[in-house]
């Protein structure tokens, strides 16, 4: 063979080589939403958030706290640069991160009543102690303003406090710019940093800054606070108190929002006076929250507003669901929810998945080099904070912050996507235990399976080798979706760990009640019978693979392998039931109500002539 025809045939191979790797083919993605996406949904306080971790946690993924500048501040170098000591707020960025949530901060200075600075008189500013000690600065007090209590202000005629906000939001940003425990931030003056002082006469550059500085505050900020998303109250409307919405500089910053009493009765316009909604108009301009993130409060106008808000009839003519798509709402405090009826941790969830973003891909190819996507933003807002698409290390170079609601882009990875599981979204300014979901191509939402559970209990599956519940913790596990399935309540479950050599799962009992590992597999695999190790015990699994042993609240469980490998594949939790006690007893040839249903206790229909312990119209009775 001629040295000429084997540099063609060479050639030929290339070129063929190189026309295969440029057809592009289309790869199935299967994934699902299955739990709330993070820096989104109803947000708790941190101390309602740790007493209702147990069965809310999982619904929520935020906490806000006020944050105060005095507890951080500790003096003023000759230099001029502020003296700091961070572990205040260190350790509330840590408390919140510990239950795999994000703090949204608001630094303020007033709080009428306020009795969160140690040592300090009821309602004191959470200034600086460096400042009040200079012989320049002077507060102001109002006994009762609006009926809220004591209240001191700020002295905003004082040239060292305004250096101080200005410097202060500086090294903040600075330093907080890239911590994942941080999500928003929101920022302001007057009353809980709401843009008002309403109840005291108001003095600008004396008790509330003059429109001077409120612009040279609201332009440092967009110049320093450029990886943080921030936000202000939507009082900040009102020109009493504020040059915002007549300054076009400060209009056209890409501040966020946050509305402090939302759905409240009076909220929207037709509705008395509609003050927050023509607030919201005034400084969002019907696009605001396309760059900047959208908040708030539910209203405590009431004291049963936030404990109704959830109910799926509306509060005030309005659905929370309703009222979030047209404000386009990221977050909201709903802190005394869970105190009403409405708001159990099944309804949490589903309100939190009802905000923010939801990414969809709605094509996906590759051609064993790159692989290319269409991606779509389902939800009612976008992303304020930069993800990827990623196989393994390689991210694409396009980011899905900002993406806008029905908005499709295309996204390119530069590497091969041999299975659609490879496939995730990673971002650096969420936790390391957090995930960024999205719908696949054969998926048209959500799935069915609530991660959270019903409020008699929790499901557990698991993505990989991560559990869906906190309470459930793996360690060694490996996970497989190719050894079968197992169906539970009409759902369809893939993903199990294999419980083999060290693999051991801790759970931890979120009340009292009972836990059934659901096991499966064939062949070598069958669970039917098969030895597993619980609490250093070894138990046999039932003729269906499973086995149920009784929990104490706040008691951790330690499950290990057994002599043969076994596929896990659920934890169900269940709470343990209340009982009535027995009503009666009678024959059972006759029916105490005619017209009333018999159960077993398994919840089965029963008649005449059974006998055992049936439910009807509520109470237990015996039938013999």
């Not at 050639?11 to 592009?24: F, G, H, N």
């Not at 961070?86 to 919140?96: E, G, H, P, Q, R």
């Not at 709903?334 to 009802?354: C, I, L, Q």
């Amino acid at each position: 063979m001629t040295i000429k025809k084997v540099c063609g045939m060479l050639a030929c191979l290339i070129m063929s080589t190189a026309m295969q790797a440029q057809e592009w083919a289309p790869v199935e993605l299967n994934n699902k939403i299955t739990h709330p996406q993070p820096m989104t949904g109803l947000v708790l306080w941190p101390f309602m958030a740790a007493e209702k971790n147990s069965t809310y946690g999982g619904s929520i993924t935020l906490e806000f706290s006020y944050c105060l500048p005095c507890m951080v501040v500790k003096g003023c170098n000759s230099d001029g640069s502020i003296e700091y000591d961070w572990t205040w707020f260190d350790n509330i960025l840590a408390d919140v991160a510990s239950r795999n949530h994000q703090l949204v901060a608001r630094f303020r200075y007033e709080y009428p009543s306020g009795t969160d600075i140690p040592g300090a008189a009821k309602g004191s500013t959470a200034v600086p102690q460096y400042i009040k000690e200079r012989s320049d600065y002077n507060e102001t007090y109002s006994a009762n303003p609006g009926g809220d209590g004591p209240t001191y202000y700020a002295d905003w005629s004082n040239e060292e406090l305004k250096r101080f906000t200005l410097q202060f939001y500086t090294d903040f940003a600075e330093r907080y710019k890239n911590d994942k425990r941080l999500a928003f931030l929101e920022v302001g003056f007057g009353h809980w940093a709401e843009y008002h002082i309403y109840g005291t006469p108001l003095k600008l550059g004396v008790n509330f800054p003059s429109w001077e500085f409120q612009k040279q505050f609201l332009m440092h900020m967009g110049n320093v606070m450029t990886e943080i998303p921030w936000g202000i109250s939507k009082d900040a409307a009102d020109d009493t108190y504020t040059p915002i919405v007549a300054d076009k500089d400060i209009m056209g910053l890409t501040f966020g929002m946050y509305d402090d009493s939302f759905m409240h009765k009076n909220h929207e316009i037709g509705s008395a006076d509609g003050y927050n909604e023509r607030c919201w108009n005034a400084l969002g301009e019907g696009t605001r929250w396309e760059t900047g993130v959208c908040g708030g409060e539910i209203s405590y106008y009431t004291s049963s507003d936030q404990k109704n808000f959830l109910n799926p009839a509306g509060m005030y003519g309005h659905t929370w669901e309703e009222q979030a798509a047209k404000y386009h709402i990221t977050f909201m405090i709903a802190n005394d929810a869970p105190r009403g009826s409405y708001g159990t941790a099944k309804r949490f969830r589903e309100a939190t998945m009802a905000s923010g973003y939801r990414i969809k891909v709605n094509a996906c190819e590759t051609n064993g080099t790159a692989t290319r996507l269409k991606v779509t933003n389902t939800g009612i807002a976008p992303l304020y904070r930069d993800a990827f698409f990623a196989i393994g290390d390689v991210r694409s170079a396009t980011s899905l912050k900002g993406l806008l609601p029905g908005q499709e882009i295309e996204v390119e990875i530069a590497a091969n996507l041999a299975n659609g599981e490879d496939l995730k979204i990673v971002s650096d300014h969420i936790l390391d235990t957090q995930e960024i979901e999205f719908i696949g191509t054969t998926e048209s939402g959500e799935s069915g399976v609530d991660p959270t559970g019903s409020d008699d209990g929790y499901i557990c599956f698991f993505t990989g080798t991560k559990p869906s519940l906190e309470e459930v913790k793996l360690t060694n596990g490996h996970s497989s979706n190719s050894r079968g399935t197992v169906t539970y309540n009409g759902e369809t479950y893939d993903t199990c760990i294999k419980m083999e050599d060290n693999a051991a799962l801790n759970i931890t009992s979120p009340f009292n009640g009972t836990a059934t590992l659901i096991f499966g597999g064939s062949g070598t695999t069958a669970p039917a019978n098969k030895t597993i190790v619980v609490d250093d015990a070894n138990v046999t699994l039932d003729a269906d693979g499973k086995y149920s042993f009784p929990m104490t609240e706040g008691t951790t469980y330690n499950v290990k392998c057994g002599p043969s490998l076994l596929l896990l594949y659920l934890i169900v939790l269940e709470k343990e039931k209340e009982t009535t006690g027995i009503e009666s007893i009678h024959n059972s040839q006759f029916t105490i109500h005619n017209d009333a249903p018999m159960f077993n206790l398994a919840g089965q229909r029963v008649g005449k002539g059974y006998k055992g312990i049936v439910i009807q119209k509520g109470k237990k009775r015996v039938m013999k």
